[in-house]
Structure formats: structure tokens, C-alpha cells
């Protein structure tokens, strides 16, 4: 097999005139990703939406390359998800346990609870938790399979207490992936259907006779599900619009090179549209690692997606100093940061935008994307200025609880009239005031 060139990084450096120019390059936005696919995006939404059972059965012929006998095939049995998990070696079997473990007593910590408190008039003030009634979790396929993602996303939404949680994955060529399954036997995932792509967003959004309709859609996908996310927002609550993959290390110059280039390797190997970017004062370090990525890329597997992938969006930054390096990472906004420097928690405090930060040398990225306990659903394309990851929150609903004593609505309700009444709104002036003259 041909070997894939060495990819040419681009080499930025922040003192050269050029530099803003450059950085702009490197910013793509999830919007200008996603308008290429806008036109075929609404048509698969609008189909089942009208079509239900049918348009999906019909897609997943076109797409997925299979033809399901009906609806109801669609559906994998529970049987199967437990004959996968016994399929598959002890050995990952309890990994994915482990790591199922560790997602669950980090998420334990992000449960948000009821509270209530009384004001000085008498009035209780407070706010109601509650879990959403049914959530819709899809998980990729195609160029990987991700059991990852299973436990990822159906996890959090266990742990908020969501009473019916329904996975969608994509089955190219009728082939379903035996990890994927077993990562949904061992979360015990209520349903779980074999439909993938932009159709399987609509059908969660809007219901089909087979498919039920949920309250929110979360998981990654292409930029079809991406795009199909942002449509379908409004109909139900997604998570987030998300892009392709990202990291960006902070390094002084003092980690072993070969360790930073397969932090980059491990995000570029996500597919051509992964950005791996390496920041660092020291333009030797640099140099070193751009030495390491041609050495090391012809034994990757994936060489030919990593190669594609850097020298599409890879970039070795050149940086006056580390706190140059930190206004950097927060103009990029990354999915993934890492702080591969002597003493990360000085550095923390000059970080404002990342999804997920990983401190210091013995920290890959990683870890992160499986078994840590943080969730690895993290906002990307610069959302992360003001998208956070996934968590149990976001499988939570708040509801504002207010209930006044006699003296506290008589006395708010002479402060609301007068604000009314400001506004041009005599009804709800009088209806605020009613009780302030109740004996």
C-alpha cells in the first residue's frame, strides 16, 4: 500500500504580520459546514414528518443500504442486545462496565435538586426539578463505531431520572456493530432502533407509528444529524449544534514529543475534518514534533484520515509565551484543551473557552473520550464560548415555584400594579392589586 505523504502542517506565528489572517483560516464555523447539506436535510425532515414508518423504511434502503422487511424490524429485539454483550470478549465487557461505573459517580455529582426559601414578607420562593419524560440519544456509524457515545449520552439521562431513553444507530449494509449493542445492553437502554443519518432525527423529533417522539435529542453525528439537530430545535430541545472533532494542546516544550503527536493523531484520526492544533513559545518544540508526525504516521492505521485531516486544518503555533498561548485557545474556543505544561493550574485561570481541559503531561485527551467520568459530548466549532458539555442537567427541566402569604401578595401586588400600570397594562395591574384589598 502507497504510504500517505507527510502532511504539511501550517506554521503560524503570532509575531508575523500576517498572523490574524492565518488564525481566521483555522476557524471554521458549524453554519458554513452545515449549509451544504441544507437543501437534502430539509427534505428528509419534511418526508417523515408526512411519511413516517414508510419514508423511514425508504431511507434506510437509500442510505443505509438495507432493505427492512417492515417497520418492526427496525427495532432491535432486547435479546440481541444481551447476545452482543455476551459476544464480545470479557475483556472489553468490563471495560465498558468500568467505565459505565466511573460515568455514573461522576454524573451522581451533577444532579440538580428541588429548593425552596422564604422571604421576609412570608412568600415561598423556590424552584422544582424535574426530569424529561423521553429522551432521544443517536450514536454514529460508518467510519467507526462509537460505544463510547452510548454510555456518554444514556448515562447522564439515567441519572437525571429519565424514565424512557430511545438510541438510534445507523446499520450500513444491515451490520450492526456488536460493542455498539453491548454498550446498550449494559447501560439497559429502553429501546433501540437501527435507523441512522438525518431520518432519524425527524423521526425522534416528530414520531412515526414505529418511532416514538421524545422531548430531546443529544449524541454527535455527521453533518447531516448536525444539521437535522438545528432544524428540528423548537420541535424538541437538542444539545448542541456539534462540528467535527478538536484539540488543542498548550505545551511549554517540555513533554515528550512522540506523547503530544498521538494527542494530535488521536483527534485528526476522527476523519478529514478534525482539526489538531499544537501552540507552544518554543519554536524548537515545534519543530521536533512536526519531525515526530512524519515518523510516526506511516504506522497508523488511519494514517491516510490523519494525514488529510492535519493538513487540511493541523496548525503548529508559534506563540510569545504561554499567556499568548491561552488568549489563542480562547479565541479557538476548543472542543479539546490540554495544558501539557509544568504547572497547569497557574495556567487554568487565563483559559475562558473549552469544553474539556485536560491538565498537565500525564493527561491525554484520550482518557477523556472514555472512561475519565466527564462526559466527552463537548461543544465544537467555538461553541464552547458559550455551550458547556453534556450533563445531567441537560436531562433536567426547573420550574419556578411561587406562592405568596396574605401580607407578601398585598404588598407585591401594590409594587406589580404600579409596574403594570408603567407598561400600559390595567388588567394585569388590577389583577395584581386585587388582593392587596382582600380583609
Not at 20 to 32: F, I, K, N, R
Not at 289 to 297: F, K, M, P, Y
Not at 346 to 371: M, N, Q, V
Request: hydrophobic share 45%; glycine share 8%.
Amino acid at each position: 500500500m502507497t504510504q500517505p505523504q507527510s502532511p504539511v502542517l501550517r506554521r503560524l506565528r503570532t509575531r508575523e504580520a500576517h498572523f490574524e489572517t492565518d488564525l481566521a483560516a483555522l476557524q471554521v464555523q458549524a453554519e458554513a459546514q452545515q449549509a451544504e447539506v441544507l437543501d437534502a436535510v430539509q427534505e428528509i425532515l419534511v418526508t417523515v414528518r408526512a411519511g413516517g414508518d414508510r419514508a423511514l423504511l425508504a431511507y434506510t434502503h437509500r442510505f443505509d443500504g438495507w432493505q427492512a422487511p417492515s417497520a418492526a424490524a427496525l427495532q432491535i429485539a432486547p435479546a440481541d442486545l444481551a447476545a452482543a454483550r455476551e459476544r464480545i470478549s470479557r475483556q472489553l465487557r468490563d471495560a465498558l462496565e468500568a467505565a459505565a461505573a466511573r460515568l455514573r459517580d461522576y454524573a451522581a455529582h451533577q444532579r440538580l435538586a428541588s429548593w425552596r426559601y422564604t422571604d421576609t414578607l412570608g412568600n415561598v420562593l423556590g424552584q422544582e426539578v424535574r426530569p424529561l419524560d423521553r429522551v432521544g440519544v443517536y450514536v454514529p456509524g460508518g467510519k467507526a463505531a462509537y460505544p463510547s457515545s452510548v454510555l456518554m449520552n444514556v448515562i447522564p439521562a439515567q441519572v437525571a431520572g429519565v424514565p424512557e431513553i430511545i438510541l438510534c444507530v445507523p446499520t450500513p449494509d444491515g451490520q450492526r456493530n456488536d460493542l455498539v449493542l453491548a454498550a446498550a445492553a449494559i447501560t439497559g437502554v429502553d429501546r433501540v432502533f437501527a435507523v441512522g443519518g438525518a431520518q432519524a432525527v425527524g423521526a425522534l423529533a416528530y414520531g412515526t407509528e414505529t418511532v416514538p417522539r421524545v422531548d430531546k435529542i443529544v449524541g454527535p453525528g455527521n453533518r447531516y444529524v448536525a444539521t437535522a439537530k438545528r432544524l428540528v430545535f423548537g420541535q424538541v430541545g437538542i444539545d448542541m449544534v456539534a462540528g467535527p472533532s478538536e484539540i488543542l494542546i498548550i505545551c511549554d516544550g517540555q513533554t515528550d514529543p512522540d506523547w503530544i503527536v498521538l494527542d494530535l493523531f488521536s483527534q485528526a484520526e476522527h476523519d478529514e475534518d478534525a482539526q489538531a492544533v499544537l501552540v507552544s513559545p518554543d519554536g524548537a518544540f515545534l519543530e521536533r514534533v512536526a519531525e515526530r508526525i512524519a515518523a510516526r504516521l506511516p504506522g497508523q492505521p488511519r494514517r491516510e484520515i490523519i494525514a488529510r485531516a492535519l493538513a487540511r486544518r493541523g496548525a503548529l503555533i508559534e506563540t510569545r509565551d504561554l499567556a499568548e498561548a491561552a488568549e489563542i485557545a480562547n479565541r479557538l474556543a476548543p472542543e479539546h484543551l490540554e495544558l501539557s505544561v509544568a504547572d497547569p493550574e497557574a495556567l487554568l485561570p487565563l483559559i475562558r473557552h473549552a469544553g474539556a481541559i485536560f491538565l498537565g503531561r500525564h493527561t491525554p485527551e484520550a482518557i477523556g473520550d472514555y472512561c475519565a467520568g466527564p462526559n466527552h459530548v463537548l461543544p465544537t466549532a467555538g461553541t464552547a464560548r458559550f455551550f458547556s458539555p453534556l450533563g445531567v442537567y441537560d436531562f433536567q427541566k426547573r420550574s419556578s415555584l411561587i406562592q405568596c402569604s396574605p401580607a407578601g401578595g398585598a404588598a407585591l401586588g401594590q409594587l406589580a400594579a404600579l409596574l403594570a400600570r408603567g407598561e400600559g397594562l390595567e388588567a394585569h395591574a388590577q389583577s395584581a392589586a386585587a388582593r392587596a384589598s382582600d380583609p
